[in-house]
């Protein structure tokens, strides 16, 4: 299977120069679906820590690169919305959140805030024993013992799967778009907005500067107020204006 993908072809949350060259990294399987971004892209044409595929395997065999808290070793791991990405050795921290557009930015964070990520809860279920399953955003599952939770609902975890925050899914939550036309904006749900039939529900959001948005559910988030406080730092979409952003040609020299 071929481990490169055209860069006209990635997903628009994927934060690459699409005209710079014909082919990027492709990512493994693994979590947030098709909307993970590899490692290796984070490194290469986000930070512009490495310049090629080699210069991140040898980055990330020192075991200083973590993700939600792991040591990572595999540069095409997926990244996506929400995930904490650390490099230990500069003392940086970042969240993974989704700028204006639906891109994948990195927010600095504080190493205190990196100990736990957020999750939306898209799933719910019975597990044997009585307790329930959530299902999140990313594939991760964890197991509840009450059914206080519901689907649209964001918890906070740690890195043991420790509950530490829940945020409900309802009027007057602060929510972000992280899809759509309005992906990357923020305010407070208005109104749930209840779709007869299969079409999917709607959300009306309301802003400070009195404009607000119109937007499907699915698309946001609910968020909390800490996740807004670090937007004085400027976030990190690409290496930096008139960067130049590498071909992934597979090969060893890369």
């Known amino acids: 299977m071929s481990k490169h993908q055209k860069r006209l072809s990635v997903p628009d949350s994927w934060p690459v120069e699409r005209k710079t060259a014909t082919f990027t990294v492709k990512a493994d399987a693994g979590p947030h679906g098709e909307q993970g971004v590899p490692l290796l892209i984070v490194l290469r044409d986000v930070l512009g820590y490495v310049d090629s595929r080699k210069e991140a395997r040898y980055a990330l065999n020192q075991g200083t690169v973590l993700v939600n808290g792991e040591s990572l070793d595999d540069e095409e791991r997926p990244i996506g919305m929400f995930d904490i990405v650390e490099f230990e050795e500069r003392d940086e921290h970042y969240r993974v959140f989704p700028d204006e557009g639906g891109r994948l930015a990195l927010s600095p964070i504080d190493a205190g805030d990196a100990d736990s990520k ?53 009027e007057g939550a602060l929510v972000t778009a992280v899809r759509g036309q309005h992906a990357g904006e923020i305010g407070d749900i208005e109104e749930i907005q209840v779709t007869p039939g299969s079409s999917p529900n709607n959300v009306r959001v309301s802003q400070d500067d009195g404009e607000g948005f119109e937007t499907i559910a699915e698309y946001v988030v609910v968020i909390d107020e800490n996740f807004v406080e670090g937007d004085e730092e400027e976030t990190v979409t690409t290496a930096g204006e008139g960067a130049e952003v590498a071909e992934d040609t597979g090969g060893d020299g890369e």
């Open 118 to 170: 957020l999750g939306k809860i898209v799933g719910k279920g019975q597990v044997p024993g009585g307790n329930t399953q959530l299902a999140l955003h990313d594939g991760h599952t964890l197991e509840v013992e009450d059914g206080e939770y519901a689907g649209g609902d964001s918890i906070v975890i740690d890195h043991d799967d420790e509950i530490l925050a829940h945020f409900p899914y309802e």
